[in-house]
């Protein structure tokens, strides 16, 4: 037999104690065996895709190893190669297995956890939630398209990516893609490249559900947004489910077509915004559920308190406080979880700033009232400032146009607008740029 194989049939029996069952058919059990290089202390393990890779590397990686040095007894170095299927049972004790070309092709597109059962329902996601799930009940029946959008971090993608998980879970012949902007951009280019327009057309316009992920970046791409406004139609026409997510509303994506826009807002534009401190600590506990090791409440509401917008930063100092506990062994307190994320908090803390310590901030800075803010007066000396601190909200803060707008008693184009004035202004005015980035700054560490 070969070694590679024995050794990791081992390392299964260890893991099967370690993982709940779930956990271990889900993830673990189609894991196949590359090669073990004893000399380097070097196990090679071939999983799926790159999605399946990446989520054992952020979350099994160590348990395996763990495992793997168990029954090695000494240092062992694990490797994931994606592109493998797992093997049948007749034919895994014979051959080595071979590359899944197939499966390199047409990757499964989305995470196997990013599920609703994984997701946390907080105020700030209610509404996004709840729509999604009515999509999943009865795709292109309700709300289409279904347009969802807010910062960086905050789970659309996840929220797509569980559509498609509940949708493919529920019907057997079910015709879903999952792609970014940039990559329908690049098909397209593809197919136009190898004259294949009209398989391409094929695979996108015969879906049942189609899930475009962050569609800001069809900006200025005239002839992919020209294809994707058929593609849009053929599907809406045939009742098929059609799911955006973008960082902002239809309206704010500039340089997209009015006539795309019009069609995005025909359905469902739901915001999903920052967590707050409860939620952030629920999604920590959901999270740690499936890792081997736990934290007690205390340095879970430490991270949530000092990590307040991004989800992905907040996960992150989770996994940086597992990664220690399991690489040096000692038990975790508040004051070493304060020392481990410390630059974490500092950067976060950018993130936390709010519209008002902004408009304070600038106000003060061009020596003008802080009503001047919000109020309705245009002398220049009041304007500039304004849309300055217009432009420094929608930077600094997770923010969207529309709350933005609220904050300065104004409606969300004014905030756009001010933000796109500055943007050209600085690109001919090196000193605007550089009173901006001071100003950045001194609202960063305030
Ligand atoms: P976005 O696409 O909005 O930038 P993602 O969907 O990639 O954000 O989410 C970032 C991370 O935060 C993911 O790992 C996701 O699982 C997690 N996450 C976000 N919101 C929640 C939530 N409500 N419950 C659990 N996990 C969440
Ligand atoms: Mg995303």
Known sequence: MDQSLRVWEDTLEHLRDRLDADTFERYIASIVPLSFDPNKRIMKLGVLNDFVALWLESNYKLIITESL???????????????????????????????????????????????????????????????????????????????????????????????????????????????????????????????????????????????????????????????????????????????????????????????????????????ILPPNLETRVAILKKKQEKQSIQFDDEILFLIASKIQSNIRNLEGALTKLVMNVSAFGYEMTKDRAVELLQDRFDTAASRVLTTEQIQRHVAEFYDIRLSDMTSKKRPRNIAFPRMVAMYLSRKLTNQSFPAIGDAFSRNHATIVHAVSTIEDRMAGDEKLAQTLALLSRQLEKS
């Open 69 to 271: 040095m168990a029954v090695l007894d000494g240092e062992v170095e694990v490797e994931l190669e994606s592109g493998y299927a797992a093997q049948t049972p007749e034919n895994k004790t014979k051959t080595l297995p071979e590359k899944d070309t197939d499966n390199r092709e047409k990757p499964c597109r989305y995470r196997p956890d990013f599920t609703f059962d994984n997701f946390v329902v907080g105020n700030n996601n209610r509404v996004c939630v709840a729509a999604s799930q009515g999509v999943c009940k009865n795709p292109g029946k309700g709300y289409n398209p279904l347009f969802i959008y807010g910062g960086v971090g905050l789970g659309k993608t996840h929220l797509l990516q569980a559509i498609a998980n509940e949708v493919a879970s529920r019907r057997k012949r079910v015709r879903i893609e999952y792609v970014s902007s940039e990559e329908f951009v690049n098909y397209y280019i593809e197919a136009l490249c190898n004259k294949t327009l009209p398989s391409f057309r094929r695979r996108f316009r015969s879906l049942d559900l189609l899930l475009i992920d962050d569609v800001q970046f069809f900006e200025g791409k005239v002839g992919s947004c020209e294809e994707f406004f058929h593609t849009f139609n053929t599907l809406h026409n045939a009742h098929k489910q059609i799911v955006l997510a973008s960082d902002r509303t239809p309206a704010d994506i500039s340089g997209l077509e009015k006539r795309l826009v019009s069609r995005f807002e025909w359905g469902l534009s739901a915001e």
